[in-house]
């Protein structure tokens, strides 16, 4: 099993900055993705960073992962006030080897941006 603990969130002013971390901790076989996915209010869960970042946060935002720690970073520049909503960390791991790869999800961090 794999448990992902997101940290970082918080409230920031349009423009300004902010950070969000991802830590994977659990038995598990190896890790083979982490990222980055967000869901604003009355909107569905939408991918922000993965193999590549969405074209609506391109320049802005950008996933760092350290697969030594088994944790990913979003740095999160120049903010909008539509970035605003819950980010969730999704892993994707091996339990075993030979396995099947099995997804997993943070309990997200609510990020508030204001105008």
């Known amino acids: 099993q794999v448990q992902l603990v997101e940290s970082g969130g918080g409230s920031v002013q349009a423009g300004g900055s902010l950070r969000l971390s991802c830590v994977a901790s659990?038995?598990?076989?190896?890790?083979?993705?982490l990222s980055w996915y967000r869901q604003s209010q009355g909107r569905e869960r939408e991918l922000v960073a993965g193999a590549e970042v969405a074209d609506s946060v391109k320049g802005r935002f950008t996933i760092i992962r350290d697969y030594v720690k088994n944790a990913a970073y979003l740095q999160m520049n120049n903010v909008k006030f539509e970035d605003s909503g819950v980010y969730y960390c999704q892993a994707t791991a091996l339990l075993d080897y030979g396995g099947s790869p099995v997804d997993y999800w943070g309990q997200g961090t609510q990020v508030t941006v204001g105008t």
């Open positions: 659990g038995s598990f076989y190896g890790m083979l993705g």
